[in-house]
């Protein structure tokens, strides 16, 4: 079956703590991105991916970091968490850039900094 | 860098009637603009998508129809069904920057049996 999948899917820690949100797609994308869901701010892009070893800045990439050493894993690694980082993220993937086809999300992970 | 708006966020219709969500966005090269629905608690998934050589696009009770001199296009749902409740994010591509795309704050809608 064609997926996202992202681990863990609920997390709960603390400030300073840091933790890694791994991604993972076996459709062969090219493209990954993080996204991040507040309410009524709809889905900030944080980092994206076009290939491996190729990863840019999106709209909010302050106090994350990404890796993409390989095509199917794009993890997510928050350094040192703060609270404003209480939100629920989004993996997702395309086969090009998003323009040319349907972006594929995983199921989400509902972060809480205390 | 593209900047989109969308209303309302909050819609409450009866079964049976039509909906309409607007977007607007600002970057005038943008030419890609798909939406997305995200039913509770589950992922967005791709519901529909225009492309700015075309001024509108149905499938079946979804409609979404653009105006690219207005800079605003919107998503119509016509019988509304109690299924169709849920979040719906519309989104524009930035040309100017890799085409990357930027999603409107959502809409939740709220269909009434």
């Known amino acids: 079956e064609a997926q996202v999948t992202q681990n863990p899917r609920y997390l709960i820690t603390v400030t300073g703590k840091k933790l890694t949100v791994t991604c993972s797609q076996n459709m062969n994308h090219e493209y990954m991105s993080w996204y991040r869901q507040d309410p009524g701010l709809g889905l900030r892009q944080i980092y994206y991916s076009m290939n491996v070893e190729v990863t840019d800045k999106g709209d909010v990439p302050e106090g994350y970091k990404v890796s993409r050493k390989e095509k199917r894993n794009f993890p997510l690694i928050l350094e040192s968490p703060s609270p404003n980082q209480t939100s629920l993220y989004f993996c997702?993937?395309?086969?090009?850039?998003?323009?040319?086809?349907?972006?594929?999300f995983g199921e989400g992970s509902r972060l809480t900094v205390l | 860098g593209e900047n989109v708006e969308q209303h309302p966020s909050t819609l409450s219709v009866q079964e049976g009637d039509s909906a309409v969500i607007k977007c607007t966005y600002s970057d005038s090269a943008s030419n890609y603009f798909p939406w997305y629905k995200q039913e509770l608690g589950k992922r967005p998934q791709l519901i529909i998508d225009?492309?700015?050589?075309?001024g509108e696009k149905k499938d079946q009770r979804i409609a979404v129809t653009l105006n690219k001199t207005a800079k605003h296009f919107s998503l119509h749902i016509t019988e509304t069904q109690p299924e169709d409740s849920a979040v719906y994010f519309c989104?524009?591509?930035?040309?100017?920057?890799?085409?990357?795309?930027?999603f409107g704050g959502g809409t939740r809608l709220m269909v009434k049996p």
């Open positions: 225009i492309r700015s050589n075309v």
């Open positions: 997702a993937s395309s086969f090009y850039r998003p323009i040319v086809g349907e972006l594929f």
């Open positions: 989104a524009a591509s930035m040309p100017r920057a890799g085409n990357m795309l930027t």
